[in-house]
């Protein structure tokens, strides 16, 4: 067995893993937000907007493949045998082609029929769905087998191949141009993805039953969970949009972009910790709990950290990136804080459910969030203007975060494995091939 191989059968320690997920996510975000700035610093409002639309149908398709495909098919394989787990991830390649090039054949149909801004972000974007879609499916089968560095080099490969072509974008100067760049660092990364994973693509007849009997069952839970979520952010905002006024709206996404720091450290959680919990579960719900606890601490007490040193300066991180006219909104930043602390309380619970195959509760905590929010936020900003509006969506993240634990922490033992891992084992060291090295460093 090769040194990558041996690799791809440990169970590294957490803190270790949520390392690499943190580097991996950083550059993932840099591309992403790289696009946006990019696009509204050269182009101008009327051109970030065009881009906007369509990087919003990218955002959608990403998120749904990731409930469908990816994320039920790392819990699916992550406590096999390595070779097996290589025969059924050539499916999940399969299935994530045959998506973006259905996707992205939808958007250019679609771009050219509607026309207009929304028709012609669909049409720059739709071209680039099969190789950004399957980059991020290299991503997980790279964390889930160990491969932690070779998945940060992928993503670090995007942001490279994006800023050597961007001289040229900007020579043409035009949004598909700038789209353009953004898409082919991508392809390259997808391009090197099957380098690093030496995995092809599996024959399409036999893939969608297998996707049926395998992924679907857990996937529809996690797309109606992805559902829920968004239907309680994207509702909240509508609802807001005529209480308090597009500038007050305004103010709390600015605020929100800038003191919500979860937007990268969720997914650099999830992404790296799902496989390993996965594992730990399988072993013990105990440990897989205690792992839990764990992860949750360490995002909680980054978020505080993170927070606590952007607002020392009184808001001046706010009023340096947007200007002066956000000063008023500086008192946003506590409930945000808030927000983001009692949100951070429940990653690591998050990932034990998926892990354990719960979709059921996922949906629940989000539906009991949603509700929640949708009644609480719209009575808060009569109230107290946008102030009260960001306590009612802290409030929000507070529901989802107590439901998700209780939820959690009622998963059933695993028969036959409680009681037999003593405290010694579950700070034992890492051990190859085996779970109880999954431990905070």
Not at 303 to 314: P, Q
Not at 361 to 383: D, K, M, Q, Y
């Amino acid at each position: 067995m090769s040194a990558v191989d041996a690799a791809a059968n440990q169970n590294p320690k957490a803190g270790r893993k949520v390392g690499w997920g943190f580097a991996d996510q950083v550059f993932s975000s840099a591309t992403n937000f790289g696009l946006t700035i990019i696009a509204g610093r050269w182009l101008g409002a009327s051109a970030l907007g065009v881009v906007s639309l369509g990087f919003s149908a990218y955002v959608l398709s990403v998120i749904f493949q990731r409930a469908l495909i990816t994320e039920p098919h790392t819990v699916v394989t992550s406590t096999l045998p390595l070779e097996e787990r290589k025969r059924l991830s050539r499916r999940a390649v399969t299935l994530s082609l045959t998506t973006g090039v259905a996707i992205g054949g939808v958007l250019v149909i679609t771009g050219l029929i509607l026309g207009g801004p929304v028709g012609r972000g669909f049409l720059i974007f739709g071209p680039w769905m099969p190789f950004v879609l399957l980059q991020d499916v290299w991503r997980y089968i790279l964390f889930r087998d160990n491969q932690n560095a070779r998945a940060v080099t992928n993503d670090a490969t995007w942001v490279v191949g994006m800023l050597v072509s961007m001289p040229l974008a900007f020579a043409i100067h035009t949004d598909w141009a700038v789209v353009g760049s953004w898409g082919l660092g991508a392809a390259i990364a997808m391009a090197l993805g099957f380098f690093q994973t030496k995995i092809r693509p599996a024959e399409l007849a036999g893939t969608w039953a297998w996707w049926r009997s395998e992924n679907w069952p857990i996937g529809k839970w996690f797309a109606a969970d992805r559902l829920a979520s968004n239907l309680g952010t994207q509702g909240t905002v509508f609802i807001l949009a005529p209480l308090l006024g597009a500038a007050a709206l305004g103010g709390l996404k600015a605020t929100n972009s800038v003191f919500a720091p979860l937007s990268v450290l969720g997914p650099s959680i999830t992404l790296p910790s799902l496989p390993m919990m996965t594992r730990a579960f399988k072993e013990s719900s105990r440990l897989a709990r205690s792992t839990a606890v764990k992860l949750s601490l360490i995002v909680t007490a980054l978020t505080g950290l993170y927070t606590v040193f952007l607002a020392a300066g009184g808001g001046a991180v706010l009023t340096f990136l947007f200007g002066n006219k956000f000063r008023p909104f500086t008192s946003l930043i506590v409930p945000t804080a808030a927000g983001q602390l009692m949100a951070a309380a429940s990653i690591g619970f998050i990932v034990l459910l998926k892990a354990s195959k719960r979709g059921r509760p996922l949906v629940i905590a989000h539906v009991i969030s949603t509700v929640g929010t949708l009644i609480v936020t719209p009575i808060l900003a009569v109230r107290s203007g946008v102030v009260g509006a960001a306590w009612g969506l802290a409030i929000g993240y507070g529901l989802e975060s107590i439901a998700l634990i209780v939820l959690a922490w009622k998963l059933p033992a695993q028969p036959g494995k409680e009681g037999h891992l003593a405290e010694a084992e579950l700070e034992a060291d890492e051990e190859p091939g085996g779970v109880s090295g999954v431990q905070i460093q």
